[in-house]
C-alpha cells in the first residue's frame, strides 16, 4: 500500500506545471491566557485574481504543515491548529487543469485518496483544529474546513459552494459524508445537487453560518482577529458550540429522493455526478466516514476517467477563457470610443437593451420611436427596472437619479443621433424595414457611428448594401431575456470594417456579454442549429409521430425545456418566420411545417395549456394538426433528431460560419442554455458516435472535451 506522500509524489509527476500552494506554519499566543497556536495559510504566492487551488504538490506542502503540527500537538506544544487562506481567497479547490491530464483509473483513484489522507489528518491530531472560511471556498477548499473540529466564516464572502456535480464530479474529498453528517441530508442536498444543477449557485458568509457549516461569523475587516478570540474562549471553555442532531431517520431518505427529483428534472438521467454524489450521502446516513470516504474515491475515479467530466471542463473552460478571448476578433487598440447611444424601437426589445447600454456603460441613451405613446413607454420601462434595483438595495438612490438622467427618448432620429457615437436598431424583423431605418439613421449620425442590427436571422450585408458607409455596419444580436443570457453574436457583413468590429467587440465587453465572431450567414449559429433542430422535431410530428413521443426522445440530452416549450418561450410566431428565411436559404434541409403555420394563424401561443400546473396539449392545437401515419419510436426519433443538428453543424464548419467547433458550443451553452455537463453539443455528438456516422469523423481531436488517448 503506497504511502500518502508517495500516491502524491506520483500525482505530481503527472502534472508539472502546477501553479503550487504553500502551507505556511506560524506560532503566536492566544488571548486569555488560552495558550500557544498553530496557524496554517494556504498562499500561492499570487494576488486575489489567481486564486489559491489543490493539486497534488500543494497537497503535498499542506501533508508536511500537518506532519509538523502533528509533533506539536503530541507532545503538548500547541494547544490548537487553524487553517485560513491568502486575503480575499480561503481555498478553491481541486486544480482542474491537471484533472484534465489523467489517462489511467488508478491515477485519478490517487488524486481521491490523496486528498482524503492529508484532510483526514486535521481531524485526527490531539489538539482541535479550526478552519477560517477568510474568503471564496469552492469545492476542497470548503471540504479541507468540514474536517475540522470547528469553522468560522467571514461575512464578506462572495462565493462559497461545493460545485462538483455542476462539472461533471462529486464532493470528493469528504463533502459528500461530511456534510450531512454535519447538517444533516436535506441541507446537504441543497448545497451540493440543487445550487450545483441551478447554474452552480454561490452561498455568501451569512448563509453559510445560517445553514449550520459555520458554528461562528465576523465582519470581514477584523475577521482573523475576532475568529482567534473566539477560538481562546472555545478552547478556554467559555464557549460552548452546540450542534442540533441529526435526524437519520425518514427525513434523510426524503432528502436524498428530493436530491433525486432535482436531478431528474435538471439532466433527465443524462449525466452521472449528481446521482453517484446522491447514493454516497444515502449510504452516510449511518454515519460511517471511513465507509463514506472509500465511495466517494471509487466514484471521483470513475467520473474522471468518464466523458461528463471531460465536457464539463471543456465547457468551463470555453465560458472562462474562449469567452473572454473571442476567436478572431480585431485589434483591440482600433476600437473607438462611445459615449452615446441610439435605440431604434422602443418595444420590449429595445428597451431591455437600453437598460443594459445604460446600467453597463453609463453614458447617454435615447430611445427613437414611431410615435409618442410608444417612446413614452420605453423610457418608462427603463426607469420602472432602475426602481426595482433601487428597492432590491442593488443601487442606491444617487446612481438611480444619475441613470434616469441618463436615458431620453425623442421622436427626431436627427435630434437623438446627432452625436451618438453606436447606434442599435431593434425593429420589425423585415429587411425592407431594417433598410429604411439604417438609411435614415446614415443621414444625420456623425460619420464615425457603429450601426448596429440584432436581427435574429436576416443578412448584415443585405442590410447595408444601400448606404454610403456599409463598412460601419455590423450584426449585435442579443438573446432573450437579454438580462440572463450572456451570448451576443457579433456578425461581420462582407463590408464591415476592423475598426467598426473593433469597437463591437469592445462594446459587448463592457456589456459584460460573451461576444462571438460569426460570418455573416442565414441565422447565423445558434438559431440556425435550435431551427434545425426543432424543424426536425417538427417533421416527425407532421409525419405522425405523437408529440409527446417526438418531445420525450430528446430528454436524454437534458435540455432546460422541452423543444415545443422553448418555441413558447421564442413565439410560434417567431420560430415561423425562422424557418421561412432558412428554408428560403437551405430548401432542402429546411422545411416549413404546415402544422406550424396553422397554430401562428390560429393566433395560439403555443402547443401547450396548463390547466393541471404541468404541460398538456391543447386540445385545440390537437384539433388543428394534420400527421401522417409514420410512426417512429423515441430511438428514431432522437437519431434523426442527432443526425440533422450534426448535419448542419459540419456544415457551418465548412462555410466557416464561425472559426471552430468550439464556438458552436460556446454559443449554445451562453445562447440557448445548452446544458454544461453536455459540453455544449459537439462532445456530445462525438461520444455517441453520431458525428462520425454523419460526417465521417468527430469534431473535436481526442483529448479536448474527453480523456486523453
Known amino acids: 500500500m503506497s504511502t500518502t506522500a508517495e500516491l502524491l509524489k506520483q500525482a505530481s509527476d503527472l502534472f508539472p506545471d502546477e501553479v503550487v500552494t504553500s502551507a505556511h506554519v506560524r506560532h503566536f499566543d492566544l488571548p486569555f491566557g488560552a495558550g500557544r497556536f498553530a496557524l496554517i495559510t494556504l498562499d500561492n504566492g499570487l494576488d486575489h485574481t489567481k486564486p489559491t487551488t489543490f493539486g497534488p504538490a500543494s497537497l503535498a506542502n499542506l501533508n508536511t504543515a500537518v506532519d509538523q503540527v502533528e509533533k506539536e500537538a503530541a507532545e503538548g506544544a500547541i494547544v490548537g491548529v487553524g487553517i485560513t487562506g491568502k486575503p480575499f481567497i480561503f481555498a478553491v479547490g481541486a486544480d482542474l487543469k491537471g484533472?484534465?491530464?489523467?489517462?489511467?483509473?488508478?491515477?485519478?483513484?490517487?488524486?481521491?485518496?490523496?486528498?482524503?489522507?492529508?484532510?483526514?489528518?486535521?481531524?485526527?491530531?490531539?489538539?482541535?483544529?479550526?478552519?477560517?472560511?477568510?474568503?471564496?471556498?469552492?469545492?476542497?477548499?470548503?471540504?479541507?474546513?468540514?474536517?475540522?473540529?470547528?469553522?468560522?466564516?467571514?461575512?464578506?464572502?462572495?462565493?462559497?459552494?461545493?460545485?462538483?456535480v455542476f462539472l461533471g464530479l462529486v464532493p470528493g474529498w469528504g463533502g459528500c459524508t461530511l456534510l450531512p453528517n454535519l447538517i444533516g441530508a436535506d441541507k446537504a442536498v441543497s448545497v451540493i445537487i440543487e445550487n450545483s444543477l441551478n447554474q452552480n449557485k454561490q452561498l455568501k458568509g451569512q448563509q453559510v453560518f445560517d445553514l449550520g457549516i459555520a458554528d461562528a461569523i465576523f465582519e470581514g475587516a477584523d475577521f482573523l482577529e475576532q475568529s482567534l478570540i473566539w477560538t481562546a474562549q472555545v478552547l478556554k471553555g467559555d464557549i460552548t458550540v452546540e450542534r442540533p442532531a441529526i435526524d437519520r431517520g425518514e427525513a434523510w431518505d426524503q432528502a436524498v429522493a428530493k436530491g433525486r427529483f432535482i436531478a431528474d428534472g435538471k439532466v433527465h438521467g443524462a449525466a452521472p455526478a449528481a446521482y453517484r454524489a446522491l447514493d454516497i450521502i444515502a449510504a452516510a446516513k449511518n454515519g460511517d466516514l471511513q465507509q463514506g470516504f472509500d465511495a466517494e474515491d471509487q466514484a471521483l475515479a470513475d467520473l474522471?476517467?468518464?466523458?461528463?467530466?471531460?465536457?464539463?471542463?471543456?465547457?468551463?473552460?470555453?465560458?472562462q477563457k474562449r469567452g473572454k478571448r473571442p476567436a478572431g476578433a480585431p485589434d483591440k487598440n482600433l476600437a473607438r470610443p462611445v459615449t452615446k447611444v441610439g435605440v431604434v424601437?422602443?418595444?420590449?426589445?429595445?428597451?431591455?437593451?437600453?437598460?443594459?447600454?445604460?446600467?453597463?456603460?453609463?453614458?447617454?441613451?435615447?430611445?427613437?420611436?414611431?410615435?409618442?405613446?410608444?417612446?413614452?413607454?420605453?423610457?418608462?420601462?427603463?426607469?420602472?427596472?432602475i426602481d426595482k434595483l433601487l428597492g432590491k438595495g442593488r443601487i442606491n438612490q444617487d446612481k438611480a437619479n444619475r441613470l434616469k438622467a441618463l436615458v431620453t427618448g425623442v421622436l427626431?432620429?436627427?435630434?437623438?443621433?446627432?452625436?451618438?457615437?453606436?447606434?442599435?436598431?431593434a425593429v420589425f424583423e423585415e429587411i425592407g424595414v431594417k433598410q429604411q431605418v439604417f438609411a435614415e439613421v446614415e443621414a444625420v449620425a456623425p460619420a464615425h457611428a457603429i450601426l448596429a442590427t440584432n436581427t435574429s436571422s436576416l443578412s448584415v450585408?443585405?442590410?447595408?448594401?444601400?448606404?454610403?458607409?456599409?463598412?460601419?455596419?455590423?450584426?449585435?444580436?442579443?438573446?432573450?431575456?437579454?438580462?440572463?443570457?450572456?451570448?451576443?453574436?457579433?456578425?461581420?457583413?462582407?463590408?464591415?470594417d476592423d475598426a467598426s468590429l473593433a469597437t463591437a467587440f469592445a462594446v459587448a465587453k463592457k456589456l459584460k456579454k460573451t461576444a462571438v465572431l460569426v460570418k455573416d450567414a442565414p441565422a447565423f449559429v445558434v438559431n440556425r442549429i435550435l431551427t434545425r433542430f426543432m424543424g426536425e422535431i417538427q417533421n416527425v410530428i407532421d409525419e405522425g409521430t405523437p408529440v409527446e413521443v417526438a418531445e420525450k426522445a430528446v430528454e436524454p440530452l437534458g435540455l432546460p425545456m422541452s423543444p415545443l416549450v422553448l418555441l413558447e418561450l421564442v413565439g410560434p410566431a417567431i420560430g415561423l418566420h425562422v424557418s421561412e428565411t432558412l428554408h428560403g436559404a437551405f430548401p432542402d434541409r429546411f422545411k416549413v411545417s404546415p402544422n406550424l403555420k396553422a397554430v401562428v394563424e390560429a393566433g395560439k401561443r403555443g402547443f401547450y395549456v396548463y390547466d393541471s400546473g404541468k404541460p398538456e396539449l391543447d386540445p385545440e392545437v390537437a384539433a388543428l394538426l394534420k400527421q401522417g401515419d409514420v410512426v417512429l419510436t423515441e430511438e428514431q426519433v432522437r437519431a434523426r433528431v442527432l443526425d440533422a443538428v450534426a448535419q448542419e453543424i459540419g456544415l457551418m464548419l465548412d462555410e466557416g460560419v464561425v472559426a471552430e467547433a468550439q464556438d458552436i458550443d460556446l454559443c449554445l451553452i451562453t445562447g440557448a442554455g445548452w446544458p454544461f455537463h453536455l459540453g455544449g453539443i459537439t462532445p456530445y455528438l462525438d461520444r455517441e458516435g453520431v458525428s462520425e456516422r454523419v460526417n465521417g469523423k468527430k469534431f473535436l481531436a481526442p483529448g479536448v472535451a474527453s480523456v486523453p488517448a
Open 304 to 319: 474522471i476517467m468518464g466523458g461528463e467530466l471531460r465536457a464539463g471542463i471543456y465547457a468551463f473552460n470555453l465560458v
Open 461 to 496: 450585408t443585405e442590410m447595408a448594401s444601400k448606404l454610403k458607409h456599409p463598412e460601419r455596419v455590423v450584426g449585435f444580436h442579443f438573446f432573450n431575456p437579454v438580462a440572463i443570457l450572456p451570448l451576443l453574436e457579433i456578425v461581420r457583413g462582407e463590408q464591415t
Open 412 to 425: 427626431d432620429k436627427a435630434e437623438g443621433f446627432a452625436d451618438a457615437d453606436f447606434v442599435i436598431e
Open 99 to 164: 484533472v484534465e491530464l489523467l489517462k489511467e483509473h488508478e491515477h485519478a483513484l490517487a488524486i481521491g485518496k490523496g486528498g482524503h489522507e492529508v484532510f483526514k489528518r486535521l481531524s485526527k491530531l490531539a489538539v482541535p483544529t479550526f478552519a477560517y472560511y477568510n474568503g471564496a471556498a469552492m469545492g476542497g477548499g470548503v471540504e479541507v474546513g468540514l474536517h475540522c473540529s470547528y469553522r468560522t466564516v467571514s461575512k464578506a464572502i462572495p462565493a462559497f459552494s461545493l460545485p462538483e
Open 345 to 385: 424601437g422602443a418595444g420590449l426589445m429595445a428597451s431591455q437593451l437600453a437598460l443594459l447600454f445604460l446600467r453597463r456603460l453609463e453614458v447617454p441613451v435615447v430611445l427613437t420611436d414611431i410615435d409618442q405613446e410608444r417612446v413614452d413607454k420605453g423610457v418608462g420601462y427603463v426607469h420602472a427596472e
